[in-house]
């Protein structure tokens, strides 16, 4: 996809060397649609059940997830990253009527430079929600869980409008909710000291990729001190109480 997809989003929030304050990534609600698949694989575009592909723009994401420990960051490394979302027209894999299938799910584990790569599509739309990603971070030793992130990532408007309007989402129309309605962009964080807006500190930035494609990146830096998120929290991935997404491909606009 050529042409200008908008102006650099907001970083992750990072440690303050200056002061020694330390703001780590603002955690989010989990929502209902989590399904804890293990299902190590770079790209999630795949149902290992049937080898159907999903349709849509190819999103190839890079992140980096770093920890603060006494106001120093380093990379996280051997942590477990999970990322799920929605397809072209709004379902999710593996609940309702769609359980058994596996698409848009996966994980992978951070290198020594805490680093993990996935290729993906950008993700559609569901109503009463702005159009995000989720994301999971678990570490373990021998077998225990021993620390637990979650949150979710959004885009800019102007790279919405952009793919959106395209291919196998062209149907489906745009969202009825973007970032500035979305009760969970702008709510407060799960865990840290970010009250409002948290969701301004969980962007995609998103360049031209590969194949006609996307590239999206973003950095988190986790305050790994300050404790696991919980797991949900009231009103779940639908937005405060708003409809959850279909089970199915919805209806056109």
Request: net charge negative.
């Given at each position: ?43 999630i ?27 120093s ?40 430079n805490?680093q ?104 988190v ?33």
């Amino acid at each position: 996809m050529a042409g200008s997809l908008g102006a650099a989003a907001p970083l992750i929030p990072e440690a303050d060397e200056t002061t020694c304050a330390i703001t780590g990534a603002p955690g989010l609600t989990e929502g209902p649609y989590f399904v804890d698949e293990i299902l190590n694989r770079v790209d999630i575009r795949t149902d290992p059940s049937d080898g159907s592909v999903q349709q849509g723009t190819q999103l190839d994401m890079t992140l980096n997830f770093s920890r603060v420990d006494n106001c120093s960051s380093t990379p996280l490394v051997g942590a477990c990253i999970d990322i799920w979302h929605c397809g072209a027209l709004g379902d999710y894999s593996d609940v309702g009527n769609l359980v058994g299938k596996k698409y848009l799910r996966g994980y992978q584990m951070t290198d020594r430079n805490g680093q993990v790569k996935f290729t993906t599509i950008f993700p559609g739309w569901y109503s009463g929600r702005a159009v995000h990603i989720h994301f999971k971070v678990r570490t373990f030793s021998q077998g225990a869980e021993t620390y637990e992130f979650t949150s979710q990532f959004f885009f800019d408007d102007a790279v919405i409008d952009q793919v959106l309007t395209q291919g196998a989402y062209a149907s489906h129309g745009l969202p009825d909710t973007r970032n500035a309605t979305d009760g969970i962009y702008n709510g407060g964080a799960s865990l840290g000291p970010i009250t409002s807006g948290a969701g301004a500190y969980l962007f995609l930035t998103v360049s031209p990729g590969a194949n006609g494609g996307l590239k999206g990146e973003a950095s988190v830096v986790l305050d790994v001190a300050a404790g696991s998120t919980p797991d949900q929290l009231p009103g779940g991935g639908g937005g405060g109480g708003r409809p959850g997404p279909p089970t199915g491909p919805p209806p056109g606009p």
